[in-house]
Each structure stands twice: as structure tokens, then as C-alpha cells.
């Protein structure tokens, strides 16, 4: 029998609450109510039926009060900045930003803690902007660790040498959606659970095991916010400043950002029609493979065509082919990806990552 595993008072005041309301907190729906739990050799579950209906509860949700309140709280902190770069890029299909969270519900999403509408941390957002910095761009070994540390501070901050320990010169704040987006459900289908949960040998025998989790839709528009730090040197700020919006900016669009971006989620779309650039090598073209084409192997190919549920892309080899397979998460053009040929005549092949 589901129960509700609340104090009585608690359970007697939220029993007749309206769930379906389209301000609900996301955040407390998904992390303290969570409607029923069945008991059973004495362990608790949350049955599949309250599952459902939560992630459609959920989905219904096209509004937040705090959204446009918490908006403007940053906009006028902001305002205290003399120096800062604020930009809005939009997703490029699905994003979901803290899917490994511990949660009831197995899987999650990074929500406000307080408010319930989702957002991405001002930690994810400089994480992404020092990976560009530190892999993709061609500085000589010392100046890239001069700028990396003026932007983003030293990496061991727990040092007991205090020349070592230096606040970085840009603050990066947490992205906010511009309106509440909209939430799209996902499957993903472990084949191999009783392997990842019990350390049991990997086999074909076990069967997958669907899990549902909620993601970020399509052209979901967030706003990014940088500001230089008091402690930077004024001589050349305005430099740091721009160096620090490409890094984000080309980090967002070419790497992105939170889980499964193998997979092509959290992708933001170029919105300059090119490559952001503004005087920073971004990532060098592959070079191209030797030989003849063999069944198996892996290929570098841009991305030259992105429709529904189809990706073409020209691959990096001596033949230039140019080949159109299925990818249902559709990707950025001009994008660099890992391809692996699985057939040759016809020539057909399948995704393997982002390079």
C-alpha cells in the first residue's frame, strides 16, 4: 500500500494540495514530495505509477514566480560591475545538467534548490569555459598558464604556499533560463544494470532495463553572465574580459555542457553564424586518414547537414566521402565528430563521439 513518508502534520497538510498547479517547485516535487512509496522486505521503492505521474506533473509546469524575481536580482548586482559581458545563447536540442545527482527517482536534474526552476551553476559554467581554454586553444605553454590563472584563478585553492593560491580575475555566474523551459522526457536503456549496480560479470543475458528522465527542450534560451573581479589588473581587463566570453561562448557551442554530450545533448547553437573566434585558434581540423576506408575503423567528419533524425557529415579521408546516417539528437554544423565505419558497400556509419 503507497504511503506518504511524512510527519502527520506535514502529510495532512499536503493532502489535499494541487499537485498540477503550473507554478509548482520542480525541486520540491522531485527531491522531498515524491507522492507514494511501497514497502517491500523491508525496503522502501517509489512505485513506477508514481513515477509517471510525477514526470508528467512535472512537464506540465510552464511557470515560476521566482524565475523573472531572481532574473532581476542578478541584473542588479550586475549593475555593480563596472566591467562584464552578458550574452544569451539558446540549446541546441536537449540539455540535462546533473542527471548522476542522487536522487529518489534514480536519475536527476540540477533545479534551484530554493526556487525549482532549472538553471545551470555558475560552476558548470566557468568548468566548461577553462576545459575550452585549457584543450582547444594555441597559446606557447607559459601564456597559456599565465591567462588561465588571471582568468580563473589557481587550481589548488587548499595550498598552505600562499604564492600559489591566487582568486581568479572573472566571476562567472550561474546561467539562468530567460523563461521557464520547456521539459521533454528521455529514455536511456542500460543493458547491463546488475554489471553497474552489483559488480556482477557483463553479459548479454541480463535485460535492459529502461529508465525515464526528464531533460531541457530544444531552444531552450539561457543567459550567461560574466564580470571582472576588483582584483584584476585594469591594464588590460577588457582583454580578459573578451577572452573569457570566447572560451564560454566556443566551450558551450562546441563541447557542451552536462550529461550524455556524446550523445549530442547540452550543445548551445552559434549565435553568430560562424565560429566565435575573435582571434583565438579553436579547434585545428583533423588529419586525414590514410588508406583506403576498412570496415571498423574511425573516421574525423564534419558535420556539413543536420536535419530530423538525420546527420551528413564529409569525412576527413584520402576519398572525401560524404556519407548521411541516422542520429536522432541532430548536431551543430561544421561540428568535428568521430565516425566508425560499419559497412562499405554501401558505405554507412555510425556516431562514436565528439572530437
Sequence with gaps: MAQYLLPDEARNALAGANLSSQESNLSLLSNLYLKAWTETAGNWEITTASKEELFKVMRSVDQNPFLERVRNRTE?????FKQKKIFSLKTNWRMVVGLGTPSPLETSMTLHPIYGFPYIPATAVKGVARAWAENHTKYQKEAKQKLLLEIFGSEDKYSNDSKKQQMGGIIFFDALPKGFPKLELDVM???????YTKGEIP?????PVPIKFLTVGTESEFTFSLALSGRSDASHSDELLSHAETFLKEGLINLGIGAKTNAGYGYFADDTGGTVGQGVAVVAEPEVFPGKLKQGVKVAAQVIKSESGTITVKMRSEEANEVTFRYAAGMQLNKWIWVEITNLKPLNVKFVGVL
Design 203 to 207: 553479459g548479454d543475458w541480463y535485460s
Design 76 to 80: 542588479a548586482a550586475l549593475d555593480d
Design 189 to 195: 536503456t542500460p543493458h547491463y544494470s546488475e554489471y
